[in-house]
């Protein structure tokens, strides 16, 4: 039992060093963007209306791909499709967190939980408060290692 044990964790250890790296990589992807297209970093509702549509079209691009490698990792790693839909959730909000924590890092925003932001384009804008993304994924978090906890059997 030690031994599977350990294996889930080092599983677990590995899908946090994925979905952090994808964090700060979309962090700074994000940040990039908006000094190119001479939009503030600090304001995501204000890249909309500056986004011509080849750059709309990049970004949502872009945002698939993100969900389709977190998706990918899911796939690969489960083991049943309970598993595949707990790795993928795992993952997508341990990133979706490292994001936010990543941009405070950069620049100190978001100021607070209830900051606006834009949080997708697909398949189109999605506004809300930060704090609903990250209550989102620590639900995803907690369910996904819930689902592992349980189906190994590591209490």
């Known amino acids: 039992m030690n031994r599977k044990r350990n294996e889930i964790l080092f599983q677990f250890i590995l899908f946090i060093v994925f979905a952090i790296s994808m964090g700060y990589f979309e962090t700074s992807a994000a940040y990039y963007q908006r000094i190119i297209l001479g939009i503030s970093p600090s304001y995501n509702l204000s890249v909309l209306p500056k986004l011509s549509s ?10 698939i791909s993100t969900i389709l490698m977190l998706f990918a990792v899911g796939m690969l790693v489960g083991k049943s499709k309970i598993e595949k839909v707990a790795v993928f959730l795992f993952c997508f909000g341990v ?11 950069l620049i100190q925003w978001p100021t607070s939980l209830f900051t606006i932001d834009l949080l997708f384009l697909v398949p189109m804008p999605w506004i809300a408060p930060i704090i609903l993304p990250i209550v989102a994924s620590i639900i995803m978090i907690a369910w996904s290692t819930y689902v592992i906890i349980r189906k190994y059997k590591l209490k």
């Open 95 to 105: 990133w979706d967190i490292s994001y936010y924590i990543f941009y405070y890092v």
């Open 54 to 63: 080849e750059h709309l079209l990049i970004e949502q691009v872009r945002e």
